[in-house]
């Protein structure tokens, strides 16, 4: 028996295909190449129908990169262009007629994904921040998932942070901004232009500055790099802090494609927390990596699709 798991990001799509007890079978990786609207929803079709052909599928899961409408069965995902209320279960159900389909939010998968195979087994409460090129957070709260009324719980990007509000946070939020994949780039720009210093990111064409190029220079001490991260890391900080407080996890787990370059700053972003979160929660939670790293929503939405059986 076995089940399919689809992770749906801005510029890749992960296949895998698990036993339903959480064993690795297969995973291959399709970049997105630019794709979009129905460029994408025929991409996952493809990859749905060649599994579906190599294994015995009895489910699908998949994990997208913004709000899944559970009762339409259409996606928002902003990354993707055309991508407003894209009917991405109708799509997988033209190649998937038999077996259940379950769509959710990549934060979603990935905190169910930490606790089916990785550091959020056996915990009842516990929080999945994800950064990649956005920021969001799978919450479980006494075993269960935190959706909210209409499946948008955990966009914390849009978490507001002790700034004034700038109309350049409308399209992702104030922390997102700063502090994501996308936003890194951003601020540097900023930063470059307002400082004069010299910085080995002004070797670098402004227009290609990456996340990966900043952190780079972190390493090497750059200076203009070193303001970038430490704001980062207080952003990151204030943003568990403030989830630490509401929630009272017993785990807080860092994860998507910044943590990567950012693991070994979890203990200064624990330290930032501190500072700022409910003093008697904050003793009690544990700060870690995610054990999945960016696999965890995959493997989420493979615990979707075994639940479906």
């Given at each position: 028996?076995?089940?399919?798991?689809?992770?749906?990001?801005?510029?890749?799509?992960?296949t895998?295909?698990?036993?339903?007890?959480?064993?690795?079978?297969?995973?291959?990786?399709a970049?997105?190449d630019?794709?979009?609207?129905?460029?994408v929803?025929?991409?996952?079709?493809?990859?749905?129908?060649?599994?579906?052909?190599?294994?015995p599928?009895?489910?699908?899961?998949?994990?997208?990169?913004?709000?899944?409408?559970?009762?339409?069965?259409?996606?928002?995902?902003?990354n993707?262009?055309?991508?407003?209320?894209?009917?991405?279960?109708?799509?997988?159900?033209?190649?998937a007629?038999?077996?259940p389909?379950?769509?959710e939010?990549?934060?979603?998968?990935?905190?169910?994904?930490?606790?089916?195979?990785?550091?959020?087994?056996?915990?009842?409460?516990a929080?999945?921040?994800?950064?990649?090129?956005?920021?969001?957070?799978?919450i479980?709260?006494?075993?269960?998932?935190?959706?909210?009324a209409s499946?948008?719980a955990?966009?914390?990007?849009?978490?507001?942070?002790?700034?004034?509000?700038?109309?350049?946070?409308?399209?992702?939020?104030?922390?997102?901004?700063?502090?994501?994949?996308?936003?890194?780039?951003?601020?540097?720009?900023?930063?470059?232009?307002?400082?004069?210093?010299?910085?080995?990111?002004?070797?670098?064409?402004?227009?290609?500055?990456?996340?990966?190029?900043?952190?780079?220079?972190?390493k090497?001490?750059?200076?203009?790099?070193?303001?970038?991260?430490?704001?980062?890391?207080?952003?990151?900080?204030?943003?568990?802090?403030?989830?630490?407080?509401?929630?009272?996890?017993?785990?807080?787990?860092?994860?998507?494609?910044?943590f990567?370059?950012?693991?070994n700053?979890?203990?200064?972003?624990?330290?930032?927390?501190?500072?700022?979160?409910q003093?008697?929660?904050?003793k009690?939670?544990?700060?870690?990596?995610?054990?999945?790293?960016?696999?965890?929503?995959?493997?989420?939405?493979?615990y979707?699709?075994?639940?479906?059986?």
């Amino acid at each position: 028996m076995a089940i399919l798991a689809l992770d749906l990001g801005g510029t890749k799509l992960a296949t895998a295909v698990f036993t339903q007890s959480g064993e690795l079978l297969s995973r291959t990786v399709a970049t997105l190449d630019g794709r979009k609207g129905f460029e994408v929803g025929r991409l996952i079709q493809e990859q749905v129908k060649n599994q579906m052909e190599k294994f015995p599928i009895r489910s699908i899961g998949v994990s997208v990169p913004g709000i899944s409408r559970e009762k339409s069965g259409t996606v928002w995902a902003p990354n993707i262009p055309e991508w407003d209320d894209f009917p991405l279960h109708e799509q997988i159900k033209k190649i998937a007629q038999r077996q259940p389909v379950v769509i959710e939010c990549d934060r979603a998968c990935s905190i169910l994904g930490e606790q089916w195979q990785g550091n959020a087994k056996e915990c009842r409460h516990a929080i999945f921040i994800a950064v990649g090129t956005g920021i969001g957070a799978g919450i479980i709260d006494d075993g269960r998932l935190i959706k909210g009324a209409s499946n948008i719980a955990g966009a914390i990007g849009w978490m507001a942070l002790p700034r004034p509000f700038e109309s350049k946070y409308v399209p992702c939020g104030c922390f997102e901004f700063y502090a994501s994949g996308a936003g890194i780039p951003k601020f540097t720009k900023e930063l470059l232009q307002e400082d004069p210093t010299a910085s080995l990111l002004r070797q670098i064409d402004v227009e290609k500055l990456s996340a990966s190029d900043v952190f780079d220079a972190y390493k090497k001490n750059d200076s203009i790099a070193s303001i970038v991260i430490r704001e980062c890391v207080a952003f990151w900080g204030m943003g568990a802090a403030n989830l630490v407080s509401i929630f009272n996890p017993e785990k807080v787990i860092f994860g998507g494609g910044m943590f990567g370059p950012a693991a070994n700053l979890i203990d200064n972003i624990k330290e930032e927390a501190a500072k700022w979160a409910q003093p008697i929660s904050m003793k009690q939670v544990s700060f870690e990596r995610s054990a999945l790293g960016t696999d965890a929503a995959v493997y989420g939405a493979g615990y979707l699709a075994a639940k479906a059986i």
